[in-house]
Nanobody
Framework: QVQLVESGGGLVQAGDSLRLSCAAS????????MGWFRQAPGKEREFVAA????????YYADSVKGRFTISRDNAKNTVYLQMNSLKPEDTAVYTC????????????????????WGQGTQVTVSS
């Protein structure tokens, strides 16, 4: 089993920054990719960003490209999401996920392709 624990959420004003962390634990952790997803009230879960664990290739939703940066620290089994220039529409519960085995690049955007999920952390951006 793999456990994912997010931290770093909070209440900020538009234009501020936040950094989310997702720490992985449990058995010897190896993953093909880690992703961040978010879900706002009344909306479906949507892809935010993903990173492949070994090569560090990154992928972003168009809505966050240029503002958010995903990174990982393999030694700490931790993935980060640096969020800059936050907007009220970024308000959501942010959840990290892990995909253990290799998948096609197009599949990193799909929540159903991930094996493990964290509990989520709330990000609220006021205008």
């Amino acid at each position: 089993q793999v456990q994912l624990v997010e931290s770093g959420g909070g209440l900020v004003q538009a234009g501020d920054s936040l950094r989310l962390s997702c720490a992985a634990s449990g058995r010897t952790f190896t993953a093909y990719a880690m992703g961040w997803f978010r879900q706002a009230p009344g909306k479906e879960r949507e892809f935010v960003a993903a990173i492949t664990w070994t090569s560090g290739n990154t992928y972003y939703a168009d809505s966050v490209k240029g503002r958010f940066t995903i990174s990982r620290d393999n030694a700490k089994n931790t993935v980060y999401l640096q969020m800059n220039s936050l907007k009220p529409e970024d308000t959501a519960v942010y959840t990290c996920a892990a995909r253990i085995r290799a998948i096609n690049v197009v599949d990193v955007f799909i929540p159903g392709k991930y094996d493990y999920w964290g509990q989520g952390t709330q990000v609220t951006v006021s205008s």
